[in-house]
């Protein structure tokens, strides 16, 4: 739901990535005051025709529970964040990138996660992948992919080949509907959490939601200054409240982000956006160029990725044949390390079988 200044509401459909149309039910405002219907709850209830407009005459449900169930809810701010200490096991589908992945970067429910790529190291593949092994693993796992200032033909690949919601603004739109786009996702992610649901969502990228919250026309009250690269003092504060908004919550739900940022483009502005968010996630996956360009793929720096307190996401066992992993890998370049890898994981048909024989070693 969009809730509009006069106070009524618009419920806005995901199919249409969201964006407003003549057939959107309307949410009168006492209904909204009635409920306590906050922005980007999904509302469902019986309607009526007012002026040739469907009108929510009530409400039945409020993201899938009893009004009187919603209204108890935790607010956002009492909820209690720890670490993630339930994975994702991305080598279910037996995919050797996600099983490189799920050895050195392992994704577990709250992961803030962020893919470091310079352009065409296989960034989009690596999330399609990534989709479809949570999608098998986890098959009641609420998965949205949101597509920022992307591509026409990439945002039907993406529809066509994962099994998720795709939310997608295209670079022939306007600033305003790419900006509306990322604060409506925002606010129903948020909903969605206090409720104690687990939604994973995708995002490519942050780099060019930052490029649009920063083309976004200032409030003249605010006196948005512009720093060096370009960037406004104010423009990331919505893109870093969408990706802080991943966490793992105390016996309630989860919000797993994993969203891409773009390097080595040219652009001072992308790296200055970078920068914003580095050490911001508590897992990282950096793609190397060099590596992409030789045809290996998947084209991951494993040296310079991995995930905080991995440990939480392994068992005591695991854990021992990683650690062997890694002090095998350190002295090496990442082509050999690459290569090793590939090498390694298709001698064995099972991760779980690896790291049994890595420590026993």
Known sequence: MKIGKKGDGELRDFARSLQPGPDDTIVPSDIIRKYNLPEGAAVAGPCKTVRKRNVIADVNTVCCLAPDEFAKRPSYQSLIAIDPCERFDLSVTGDVSMRIIDLVAPIGKGTRGMIVSPPKAGKTMLLEKMTQSIRVGNPDTRIIVLLIDERPEEVTWFRRAVDAEVL????????????????????????????????????????????????????????NRIMSGGLGARAMEIPRRFFGLARNIENGGSVTIIATALVDTGSRMDQLIFEEFKGTGNSELVLDRTLADARIFPAINLLESGTRKEERLYGPDDITGITMLRRTLADRRPKEIMTYMLDLVNEYPTNKELLASLAKA
């Open 168 to 223: 997608a603004s295209t670079s022939d739109q306007s600033i305003e509907e790419q900006t509306d786009l990322a604060e409506l996702v925002l606010a129903h992610i948020r909903t969605e959490l206090e409720c104690g649901h687990d939604v994973v969502v995708f995002v490519d990228s942050l780099t060019r939601m930052g490029r649009a919250f920063n083309q976004k026309t200032p409030d003249r009250k605010t006196k």
